[in-house]
């Protein structure tokens, strides 16, 4: 099991820029495949971003894709979620997940899939 912090939270306008951070604890790292998913008020949570356990692949919601860059950081035991151009409809909260996996080229997008879970953070995003 690995514990994950999230943080980076906050409010900020239409267009404007975020940067999420995951810190995580208690296993290796470089063994985990990590993801962003969302939740926003009264609907289902959604997947964000995914990345592989060297961060060589990357996989994107078609909502966020060109906007949202996700990165892990195996020596700083982060994973960031850097959220550019925001909207309105990108208000939720944010959790990060961590799946361990033998896999190196593989992220996956369903809530299933992961294993750990952090206990989120608040982005609100003003029109």
């Known amino acids: 099991q690995v514990e994950l912090v999230e943080s980076g939270g906050g409010l900020v306008q239409a267009g404007g820029s975020l940067r999420l951070s995951c810190a995580a604890s208690g296993r290796t790292f470089s063994n985990y495949r990590m993801g962003w998913f969302r939740q926003a008020p009264g609907k289902e949570r959604e997947f964000v971003a995914a990345i592989s356990r060297t961060g060589g692949y990357t996989y994107y919601a078609d909502s966020v894709k060109g906007r949202f860059t996700i990165s892990k950081d195996n020596a700083k035991n982060t994973v960031d979620l850097q959220m550019n151009n925001l909207k309105p409809e990108d208000t939720a909260v944010y959790y990060c997940?961590?799946?361990?996996?033998?896999?190196?080229?593989?992220?996956?997008?369903?809530?299933?899939?992961?294993?750990?879970w952090g206990q989120g953070t608040q982005v609100t995003v003003s029109s």
């Open positions: 997940a961590a799946k361990y996996t033998n896999t190196y080229d593989y992220a996956g997008s369903k809530m299933k899939e992961y294993d750990d």
